[in-house]
């Protein structure tokens, strides 16, 4: 016996195969799509990586850092 727990009924022939199929589509879905990142990168991320991700600035430096508009790249 297995250490899956069935429903009452889950054992009929067209259920087993449908819970197989969604769980392999459910497991291709994860191995296809990239993990989503916990927070979206802002400019004020990308402005900080490109300083080399310095880790301490003044309140007010950090202030108008993230106000600057960022440059358009031809």
Same mark, same amino acid.
């Given at each position: 016996m297995?250490?899956?727990v @069935?429903s ?6 067209g ?7 969604l769980?392999? @589509? +459910?497991?291709l879905? @994860?191995?296809?799509?990239?993990? =989503? ?9 990308? +402005? ?8 301490? =600035?003044s309140r007010? +430096? ?5 106000t600057q508009?960022?440059?358009?790249e031809?």
């Amino acid at each position: 016996m297995t250490g899956t727990v @069935l429903s009452k009924g889950a054992d009929t022939e067209g259920e087993r195969p449908m819970a197989k199929m969604l769980e392999f @589509l +459910r497991r291709l879905r @994860l191995k296809r799509s990239p993990a =989503a990142p916990a927070e979206p990168e802002t400019a004020f991320d990308r +402005r900080l990586r490109k300083m080399g991700n310095a880790h301490q =600035a003044s309140r007010a +430096r950090a202030g108008l850092f993230r106000t600057q508009p960022e440059r358009m790249e031809a």
